[in-house]
C-alpha cells in the first residue's frame, strides 16, 4: 500500500486579522457568509494578504485540489493500492475515502472545504467521504507506521523516480511526503523521513504525485507478474 501525503497545503480559513479587509468583507457579502468561514484564496485575497506573514505562499488551495484530482484519478487509486491524505499548515489532516470524486471546478472544491471546516466530516451514503482532525504530520505517519517514509524535497540524494517507486515497492507499506506550497522548503524539521529529490528542478506537487504512482503501479504490477 502506498501512502501520499500532501503536506503543510495551504489550505486554511480567512485569519481573522484581516477579515475586515474591505476585499474580503465584499465577497462575504456577495456570498452571504462570514468572513472567517471562507477559505483563504490568493486569486481573489492578494490584497488582503499583503499584511500576513509568509504571504507569498499562503491561499493556494488550487495546488491541493489538483495534486488530489491527479492522485484520486489514477489508476493506482482505482486498483485501491493508494491513500491519499492532505496536511495542512495548521496542523490539520483530511482523511479521504479513496472512492471520493471531488469536483472539478476550483469554486465548488472551495465551497466543499469550507463545509468540511464548518463540519469536520462530509458523508455520502452512511460513507464517510472527508473528514478533518487536528493533527501534525509526525502523528499522522506514527499512525499510518509505514515501513518507509520519504519526503520529496530539493535534497541533495538525487534518485530518479523509477528508481524510488521500485524501492518503496518492496515495502509492505510506504508513505510519500509532497509539498503542497508554492514555492520554498518545508517550515517543518521531520527526522523520521528520508529525504530525497527526484528532478534536479522544483515540479509542481500534481506533476510530483503523478510520476510517483505511475511508477509505483508498474514496479508492483512487475513484481506480481513475477512466477
Not at 489514477?74 to 469536483?103: A, K, M, Q, W
Not at 466543499?112 to 469536520?120: C, G, S, T, V, Y
Not at 522548503?185 to 506537487?205: C, K, M, Q, T
Amino acid at each position: 500500500m502506498l501512502h501520499v501525503v500532501i503536506a503543510e497545503a495551504e489550505v486554511e480559513l480567512i485569519p481573522k486579522s484581516i477579515a475586515r479587509h474591505p476585499v474580503i468583507r465584499r465577497e462575504a457579502r456577495r456570498r452571504r457568509r462570514r468572513a472567517e468561514q471562507m477559505l483563504l484564496d490568493s486569486s481573489l485575497h492578494h490584497t488582503a494578504m499583503r499584511s500576513l506573514s509568509e504571504a507569498s505562499r499562503r491561499g493556494r488551495p488550487d495546488i491541493a485540489h489538483y495534486t488530489l484530482l491527479t492522485l484520486l484519478e489514477s489508476p493506482l487509486n482505482r486498483l485501491g493500492r493508494l491513500r491519499c491524505y492532505l496536511h495542512t499548515r495548521n496542523d490539520e489532516v483530511v482523511f479521504i475515502h479513496p472512492e471520493t470524486r471531488l469536483p472539478r471546478a476550483c469554486r465548488r472544491f472551495r465551497g466543499l472545504m469550507e463545509k468540511l471546516f464548518a463540519e469536520r466530516r462530509i458523508e455520502s451514503d452512511n460513507a464517510v467521504l472527508l473528514e478533518l482532525k487536528q493533527m501534525s504530520l509526525p502523528q499522522l505517519v506514527e499512525q499510518l507506521s509505514p515501513e518507509r517514509v520519504v519526503l520529496l524535497s530539493e535534497a541533495e540524494r538525487r534518485l530518479e523516480v523509477w528508481e524510488l517507486a521500485r524501492e518503496l515497492a518492496l515495502a509492505e507499506s510506504a508513505c510519500v511526503i509532497i509539498g503542497g506550497f508554492p514555492h520554498g522548503d518545508y517550515r517543518g524539521d521531520y527526522p523520521f523521513a528520508e529525504r530525497v529529490s527526484i528532478f534536479p528542478e522544483p515540479l509542481a506537487a500534481w506533476s510530483v504525485a503523478s510520476e510517483v504512482v505511475s511508477h509505483y503501479r508498474r514496479c508492483i504490477a512487475a513484481g506480481e507478474a513475477k512466477p
